[in-house]
C-alpha cells in the first residue's frame, strides 16, 4: 500500500535526502504561495455569493493549499537518494545451514522454503545487477558455489559470527548489502556489538528474510535450570526450572532430575497458563563429594512437537573442603551445648569454638593447634579470615573493641563471610549492639534499649520467604513443611529485635500473645557475604521436647551452618559464566585474587591448567582486567566435546597466593533443539540497526529491486521525481471534493 501510493518503497524515502530540481529560488515559491492566498482572497470577497461566519476561511484555506501544492509541484519535488551501481558490487547471500532449518513445517522444510525463494527467480535477478557470494552458515560462514551442499545438519546457528566472517572474507571488495535467510535460532543469545558496529562503520545494510512459525505447538521447552555451581558434601540444594509451553495448558507431566542415571529427584508439573513461564522448584541432596552432571528432564506430552529440549544438563561440584566456622560465646549455656553437638555431628564442617567462662578465661575446642585463640577473639585479619563463617553468641558489643567491631564487619564485606548474630541476655538490644559499628551489618534495626530479652516460651510461624528457603525445609513437601514448622515446640526464650531493614529476608517470625509480633530469623546479603540474626538462645527446646530420634534440631542448624559457609570465597575464587557450553567454543574463564587480609591483588601471576577429553593438557595465562582490581580473565578454545576441570593457580613472586578449580562440560549437538520459533524480533533488530529491512518469505520476491538503496560499496547518486505519486493526485483531489461538497452543504455552488 505504501509504495502504491507514494511511488517507492519506504526504505528510498528513509535513505533519500529531499531536493527542489527546479530552477528557480525556495524564496519565490514562498512569494507565490503568499500572492496566491491574497488574491484567492480578493477574489473571494468579491464573490457574488457571500458565505457568512467561518465559511469563507475554510474556502479560502482549501484553495490556498490547492494553490500552494501546484506551486510546489512545478518546482520539481525529487528525492536525491544512493543506489549500487550495477556489477560493480558485491552482495552476499547467506542460507541458514543449522539443524533448525531442517524442522518440518507442513509438507516442507524451512531449508526447502529457503531455497526455494532463492530459486524462485531472486537468486537470478540479483546475479543481473549485482555480484553474488553465496554463503552457507551454522557456527561459521562457509563460501559455496550452489545450494546443492545445504542440508540443514550445522550443530549451531551463530549469526554475528557468520556476518563477522562475511566482512573478512570480503574486506577488499565494494559490498553492497547482505541478506540472511535464516530463523533467527541464534544459540549465542543475540548478535554482539561489535559485529553491529563493524556492519555500521561499512554501512552494509543486512536484509534478513524470516522462515519458520513464530509459535511452536504443542510444545513444552525447559528454558534454564539454575543450580549452585559448587556445594558442600551431603548438602541439600534447590533448583530452579523455568518451562515454557505452548498448546499444552491444563496438561500434567513429571520433571526428573537424574545423577548418572539415578533419579535424586522428581516433582509433578501441571501447565497452568500459556506463553508464560513456569518456576518449578527441585530440592535434591548433593550426595558425596565429586563432580556431578544433572540431567534434568520433563516427560514430553502426547503430541508434542518437539521432544528433544525437555532435557538439559548441569554441572555440579560437590567439594570435599570442610569449611571452618568460628563460634565466640559469652557465657555457658543450653544453647551452645545443644547448637555444638548438632554442628560437631556435620561431617562437611569444622566448628572451632571459644566460650568465655570468666571475663578474662576462654574455653577453646575445636582448635588447630595450641596457638589458635590464645588471645581470645582474633584481633588481626589474617586470623580472623582464615575461618568461613562466624558466629557470634551472647556477648556484649562493648567486649570487642572498636578495631575488632570492624573487623567483624570486614569479615562479611570484605572476606565474604557469613555473620550469625544469636539473642541472649547480654546481646543485640541489651548488649548495645545500635550503638556499635556492628549495628549497620546487622538485618534488623536493633532498639537502643535494656530487657529485650525475655525468659518465657515463645511460639513462631513461618513466613512465606522461610518457607522457600532451604535453611527452614524441614520436610521437601511445601505444605507438609509448613505443617511441621507449625508443631515444633516452643522456644524457651525470646529477644525482641526492630524492623527489618530493606533487603533483608525474614525467614521465621515470634508470635507472643499481647505482643506484635517480631522477627526472629532473618537473612541478608552484606558486601560480599551475608549476615543474619537468630533472636532467641532457646532453640534447645526443639531437642528436648520431643523425641530423642527426631532429627529436627540438627536439621535446621546444620542448614543454617551450610547457609553461612555456602558462598565464602577463597583467596583464588575461579567462575565461569556457564558449566555447560551448547555448541559454544570459546570459554571464558574469570578468577578473583586477593591476599590474605582479602584486598583485591593486582600483581599476581594466574594461570589456569585445564585437562579435557582425549587426554588435552593445556596451561592458559589469565590476564588483569582493566575494569576490576584483582580480577583476571581469559577466553580459552573448547573444540573438542566432553568434561573439562580448569584448575587455576595465582602466585605472586613465586610465591604461591592459592587456587581453584572450576570444571565444565563442552556439548554439541544440543542447542539447535532449544528456542524452534522463528525469532523475528532478532531479525527485524538486525536489520533495523543496520539499515535493512526484515522480509517474509512471500514479500522477499522484491528484495532484487530494493537492496539497490544502499550507501555502502560503489554508489551513485540519483534523482526520483515525487511530483507524480499517486498520493499527490489523490490529495489534489481530495482538496477540491472537499471545497465542492463543503459549497453544496452550505448552498452556494
Known amino acids: 500500500m505504501f509504495e502504491f501510493l507514494f511511488k517507492y518503497p519506504a526504505s528510498v524515502f528513509s535513505r533519500g535526502q529531499f531536493v527542489l530540481l527546479g530552477g528557480w529560488p525556495v524564496w519565490l515559491l514562498g512569494l507565490g504561495v503568499v500572492a496566491a492566498g491574497v488574491a484567492l482572497a480578493w477574489l473571494l470577497r468579491r464573490s457574488p455569493k457571500r458565505l457568512t461566519g467561518r465559511r469563507p476561511a475554510v474556502i479560502w484555506l482549501l484553495q490556498t493549499l490547492m494553490a500552494a501544492m501546484l506551486l510546489f509541484l512545478l518546482w520539481h519535488p525529487a528525492l536525491s537518494v544512493a543506489t549500487l551501481r550495477p556489477q560493480q558490487n558485491v552482495v552476499a547471500v547467506l542460507i541458514d ?41 551454522g557456527a561459521a560462514a562457509e563460501r559455496i558455489d550452489d545450494l546443492l551442499g545445504v542440508a540443514g545438519a550445522q550443530p549451531a546457528t551463530r549469526i554475528g559470527e557468520a556476518l563477522q566472517g562475511v566482512l573478512a572474507d570480503t574486506a577488499t571488495l565494494p559490498l553492497g548489502a547482505m541478506i540472511v535467510l535464516t530463523d533467527g535460532a541464534d544459540n549465542t543469545g543475540g548478535i554482539d556489538r561489535e559485529t553491529i558496529q563493524q556492519l555500521r562503520q561499512r554501512r552494509v545494510p543486512v536484509h534478513p528474510v524470516g522462515f519458520g512459525r513464530e509459535v511452536i505447538s504443542p510444545d513444552a521447552e525447559i528454558v534454564d535450570a539454575v543450580i549452585p555451581v559448587r556445594t558442600l558434601a551431603e548438602s541439600r540444594l534447590t533448583a530452579q526450572v523455568t518451562i515454557r509451553q505452548h498448546g499444552l495448558t491444563g496438561g500434567k507431566s513429571q520433571l526428573t532430575v537424574r545423577d548418572a542415571g539415578r533419579v535424586v529427584a522428581s516433582v509433578p508439573v501441571v501447565f497452568r497458563q500459556q506463553d508464560a513461564p513456569l518456576a518449578q522448584t527441585v530440592t535434591l541432596t548433593a550426595g558425596s563429594a565429586g563432580v556431578r552432571t544433572l540431567q534434568f528432564t520433563l516427560e514430553p506430552l502426547p503430541g508434542e512437537v518437539n521432544a528433544k529440549n525437555n532435557a538439559v544438563a548441569r554441572v555440579l561440584q560437590v567439594e570435599a573442603a570442610k569449611p571452618r566456622i568460628l563460634w565466640f560465646e559469652g557465657e555457658p549455656r543450653w544453647e551452645f551445648k545443644f547448637i555444638r553437638r548438632a554442628l560437631g555431628e556435620d561431617s562437611s564442617l569444622q566448628l572451632t569454638t571459644i566460650l568465655r567462662t570468666t571475663q578474662n578465661k576462654f574455653y577453646r575446642q575445636g582448635i588447630a593447634n595450641a596457638a589458635e585463640l590464645e588471645d581470645g577473639f582474633p584481633a588481626r585479619a589474617e586470623e580472623l579470615f ?12 562493648s567486649y570487642f573493641t572498636r578495631e575488632q567491631q570492624t573487623l567483624i564487619r570486614e569479615f562479611a564485606n570484605r572476606r565474604g563471610g557469613g555473620v550469625l548474630f544469636l539473642g541472649g541476655r547480654a546481646t543485640l538490644g541489651d548488649g548495645g549492639y545500635a550503638q556499635s559499628e556492628l549495628a549497620e551489618m546487622l538485618p534488623v534495626r536493633v532498639e537502643d534499649r ?156 594466574v594461570e589456569a591448567r585445564i585437562v579435557g577429553p582425549e587426554g588435552l593438557a593445556e596451561t592458559v595465562e589469565l590476564t588483569p582486567s582493566p575494569h576490576e582490581e584483582g580480577v583476571y580473565a581469559a577466553s580459552w578454545p573448547a573444540l573438542k566435546p566432553g568434561a573439562y576441570v580448569a584448575e587455576v593457580i595465582a602466585r605472586r613472586n613465586e610465591e604461591e597466593v592459592g587456587r581453584d578449580t572450576v570444571q565444565f562440560r563442552r556439548e554439541e549437538g544440543v542447542a539447535e533443539h532449544f528456542r524452534l520459533a522463528q525469532n523475528r524480533e532478532l531479525l527485524e533488530k538486525l536489520a533495523e540497526q543496520t539499515g535493512g529491512r526484515y522480509w517474509t518469505p512471500a514479500a522477499a520476491k522484491k528484495l532484487p529491486e530494493q537492496i539497490s538503496y544502499s550507501e555502502a560499496g560503489i554508489t551513485a547518486r540519483e534523482a526520483r521525481d515525487l511530483w507524480d505519486m499517486p498520493a499527490v493526485f489523490l490529495l489534489l483531489a481530495g482538496l477540491r471534493a472537499t471545497e465542492w461538497l463543503l459549497r453544496r452543504k452550505w448552498g452556494v455552488i
Not at 558466629?391 to 556484649?396: F, Y
Open 97 to 137: 545451514d543449522s539443524g533448525s532449518m531442517a524442522m518440518q513445517e507442513g509438507n516442507t522444510t524451512r531449508l526447502d522454503q529457503a531455497r526455494g525463494v532463492l530459486q524462485s527467480g531472486m537468486l537470478d535477478r540479483l546475479r543481473e545487477r549485482f555480484q553474488v557470494r553465496l554463503y552457507r552458515f
Open 386 to 397: 582464615g575461618y568461613a563463617a562466624l558466629i557470634i553468641g551472647n556477648s556484649e558489643a
Open 450 to 605: 535494656k530487657n529485650t530479652f525475655h525468659r518465657d516460651p515463645a511460639g513462631f510461624e513461618l513466613t512465606p520467604q522461610g518457607l522457600d528457603s532451604l535453611i527452614c525445609r524441614l520436610v521437601d513437601d511445601p505444605a507438609a513443611n509448613a505443617e511441621r514448622w507449625r508443631k515444633m515446640p516452643l522456644l524457651a526464650d525470646y529477644q525482641e529485635v526492630g524492623e527489618v531493614k530493606p533487603g533483608a529476608a525474614p525467614l521465621l517470625l515470634l508470635s507472643v500473645p499481647g505482643r506484635r509480633k517480631s522477627p526472629l530469623l532473618v537473612i541478608q546479603p552484606y558486601g560480599r557475604g551475608r549476615t543474619a540474626v537468630f533472636a532467641t538462645g532457646g532453640s534447645w527446646r526443639w531437642q528436648m521436647s520431643q523425641d530423642a530420634g527426631d532429627q529436627t534440631h540438627e536439621m535446621f542448624w546444620r542448614q543454617l551452618a551450610r547457609w553461612l559457609v555456602s558462598e565464602t570465597p577463597g583467596l583464588v575464587s575461579a567462575s565461569m559464566p556457564k558449566t555447560v557450553l551448547s555448541d559454544e567454543t570459546r570459554v571464558p574463564l574469570r578468577a578473583e585474587v586477593r591476599n590474605k587480609e582479602y584486598q583485591p591483588m593486582a600483581d599476581a601471576r
